[in-house]
């Protein structure tokens, strides 16, 4: 006899379409976009990298002038006797008080304009620039030493005033001076901190104690 038919109640599944394998390296190259082209065509044409930074815009004013060779605690090698420093703090507070150069941006009057420079103020930028300073710590340091040039050394007013003059000429592009590049060349690392005035010498009365030290009172 014949077998007798299955019957199923699940329908039948359709079979799986079937896919053709894809030829090798058939892949379509990724391709940059009409901008992207254009802005490597145009730095390549000026050997410019495409990914090079933009430049940072200039500070409005010299009191927040960067300076590479600060460190990020604020400390700077100090490349100016404390002379220098005295003779540049005396000309901002005295004769070249009301050059334009010279004014205080950080103080305006009510018609916006620049204020003179005076003790306080001087001493208030210093303190913002990361000094500790005070008008009394102004005046001991401008007043006369008998070992001018680093005589006032250890006043906490010396490398915050000389930071304040290196962003100023650095903000205003002079270049350095004579003495300057010298003490450069001499001092690679800067100036000590260290008041020749308050040095211990053993020496006879006769003998003078600038005999003992070299130009920066060393």
Do not use: W
Not at 37 to 63: G, I, R, Y
Not at 77 to 91: E, F, G, H, L
Not at 148 to 153: D, N, S
């Amino acid at each position: 006899m014949p077998k007798a038919a299955r019957h199923s109640s699940l329908p039948r599944a359709e079979p799986y379409p079937a896919t053709k394998p894809s030829p090798p390296n058939s892949a379509k190259k990724r391709t940059p976009s009409n901008k992207r082209a254009l802005t490597e065509k145009s730095a390549s044409e000026n050997n410019v990298p495409v990914n090079s930074p933009a430049k940072s815009e200039k500070p409005t004013s010299f009191l927040t002038q960067p300076l590479e060779d600060e460190d990020e605690d604020g400390h700077l090698p100090i490349y100016d006797t404390c002379s220098t420093v005295r003779q540049k703090i005396n000309a901002l507070l005295g004769k070249d008080n009301t050059k334009e150069e010279n004014l205080n941006p950080a103080e305006v009057t009510k018609d916006g304009k620049k204020k003179p420079f005076t003790k306080a103020s001087f001493v208030r930028v210093l303190n913002d620039m990361g000094g500790e300073c005070s008008g009394r710590s102004l005046d001991t340091f401008l007043k006369p030493k008998k070992i001018k040039t680093m005589g006032g050394a250890e006043s906490p007013v010396y490398p915050a005033a000389y930071k304040f003059f290196e962003k100023k000429r650095v903000f205003e592009g002079k270049k350095k001076n004579v003495a300057r590049l010298k003490v450069e060349e001499n001092r690679p690392h800067g100036l000590p901190l260290r008041d020749p005035n308050k040095m211990y010498i053993l020496r006879l009365p006769e003998e003078d104690p600038r005999d003992f030290m070299d130009e920066y009172g060393q």
